[in-house]
């Protein structure tokens, strides 16, 4: 059983805007306040591949962002930005997500860094 959370993110794929959060906690409390959709169910999900929802298209075109997690093998959530959308059916659209890599390896499951950022040059 797959959970899957639509949202709408003030970031994009290039990482300009992204937002770096002090714990796992204040991360998912932000990712939450930013569903529009969440669909609980689903089957397994891969990263970077495509995921199927139960939805028109038309509903779904203010998400931009995807957190999910795949609750039998593991609790850790994959977040991703949203780079297509196809419509299947009425209430099917397909979604061709990239996983966000900054986001998702932010934490580890635990809750503790899973990366550290050192010191670097900015150009401005």
Do not use: I, S
């Given at each position: 059983?797959?959970?899957v959370k639509l949202l709408n993110v003030p970031f994009e794929s290039n990482y300009k805007d992204t937002v770096y959060f002090v714990s796992k906690?204040?991360?998912e409390s932000y990712m939450n306040s930013r569903v529009v959709k969440t669909y609980t169910d689903l089957t397994y999900q891969r990263k970077e591949k495509r995921i199927r929802v139960p939805a028109h298209i038309d509903t779904l075109y203010n998400c931009n962002y995807v957190a999910y997690t795949?609750?039998?093998y593991t609790n850790k959530t994959f977040y991703a930005f949203i780079t297509d959308m196809e419509y299947m059916q009425d209430d099917c659209t397909l979604i061709t997500i990239e996983t966000d890599v900054l986001q998702t390896w932010m934490f580890k499951e635990d809750g503790s860094e899973g990366y550290t950022i050192k010191q670097c040059f900015v150009e401005r």
């Open positions: 059983m797959t959970t906690q204040e991360q795949n609750t039998p």
